[in-house]
């Protein structure tokens, strides 16, 4: 899996931002999500993606479906 944190540009539609990506989580059980926090970005969530086009597809339907502006942290792999 593939995790990057998506962060609201604005920090007031941060509520606006979970509902969006609960609502396009029901449709697509493939995504793991977690809330995330950073002291540059503020409140956001972390994602689990099957890989990179997965990711930029869910983004995709973010910002077209729900007219979110969202920031992306760089895609990561844990490692063992």
Do not use: W
């Not at 950073?38 to 689990?48: D, I």
């Amino acid at each position: 899996m593939v995790f990057s944190g998506f962060f609201p540009e604005d920090p007031e539609s941060f509520i606006l931002l979970r509902k969006s990506i609960e609502k396009l989580s029901i449709n697509d059980s493939s995504v793991t999500i977690t809330d995330d926090s950073s002291p540059a970005l503020g409140q956001g969530f972390r994602l689990g993606f099957l890989g990179l086009l997965h990711m930029e597809v869910f983004k995709e339907r973010l910002e077209k479906e729900f007219n979110q502006s969202i920031i992306i942290t760089s895609p990561n792999v844990p490692y063992k």
